[in-house]
């Protein structure tokens, strides 16, 4: 219930927590198993939706890190709070293949097309976001056009982030039944070309920001100076920001800095 995550944050907020993440299985369907109930919190009503979850946790005043939304349209309405600052403009859509075929076969909606469309839209409403997504490659009968379509559009796309994993059969899971198994060989190799590509990607797209100034949070201090986390980044799975012989910040401070080095996963910077 909406109140009780609330509840939660508010006290997480006040014991100088300075950053929350929102994960579940499929965040963006939050509030669908109790459809959409509503709440009397505080003297106002409150829908248990993610929107209104997002809207809410936004007035606590720290950063805000949505996870796992699956790419339904709920997403349109929050990229503009993504953009409005309310939220961390970080948006992790797990879109998992780019084969109509092998979406299908996966279950879920097959629209490369569209899904370009979206994430082109998203993007013009907030030129800040940063997209994390997540792949399956060798799942049962995908050919080599099938795993061709999914790097054009990782091409197309130019996603910040993405990771992939080679198909593995998973026990009660209807896929198991699809005929076609591909050999681990084969799956080994189009999960290094998947990731050979993105990193390039990645790599690209960290470029673009030297130069740049962002927000850092400080998450650890060494006697080889600080290592935070910008917007773009969630803890543990993304890149860090390192600050060289920064030693006189805490953990948890924001401060400025100024980008002036990359590789494909990690960035540099210097204190404004």
């Known amino acids: 219930p909406i109140g009780e995550l609330l509840g939660e944050a508010e006290r997480l907020a006040e014991s100088g927590v300075k950053e ?13 198993d109790l459809r959409y109930r509503s709440e009397i919190i505080n003297g ?14 936004s007035k606590l005043g720290i950063w805000i890190r949505l996870h796992y939304l699956y790419p339904y349209p709920v997403i349109d309405q929050l990229i503009p709070m993504m953009a409005e600052g309310k939220i961390l403009p970080y ?27 979206r994430i082109e839209q998203w993007r013009s409403i907030c030129p800040d ?18 795993f061709g379509q999914l790097l054009d559009f990782l091409d197309a796309a130019q996603l910040d982030r993405a990771g992939a994993f080679a198909y593995s059969p998973v026990e009660g899971a209807a896929a198991n039944e699809l005929p076609n ?13 998947f990731m050979a590509l993105q990193s390039s990607i990645s790599a690209s797209k960290l470029q673009q920001k030297v130069g740049t100034t962002e927000t850092i949070l400080i998450d650890t201090i060494t006697d080889e100076g600080a290592i935070g ?23 948890g401070d924001f401060v400025e800095v100024k980008l002036i080095a990359a590789d494909e996963h990690d960035m540099e910077g210097a204190l404004l």
């Open 229 to 251: 986390r910008s917007r773009g980044d969630a803890p543990e799975i993304d890149g860090e920001v390192h600050l060289p012989e920064v030693t006189h910040l805490n953990e």
């Open 181 to 193: 198994p591909l050999d681990h060989d084969i799956k080994q190799d189009r999960l290094e070309q």
């Open 44 to 57: 106002g009503i409150l829908s248990t939706r993610i929107t209104t979850l997002a809207e809410e946790l």
């Open 91 to 117: 948006l992790d859509v797990p879109l998992q293949h780019a084969s109509p075929t092998i979406l299908k076969a996966m279950k879920r909606p097959a629209d490369q097309e569209n899904a370009l469309r």
């Open 20 to 32: 929350l993440l929102v994960v579940s299985q499929d965040t963006a369907a939050y509030g669908a």
């Open 129 to 146: 976001l940063t997209i994390r997504s997540t792949f399956i490659v060798g799942f049962p009968s995908e050919t080599d056009a099938d």
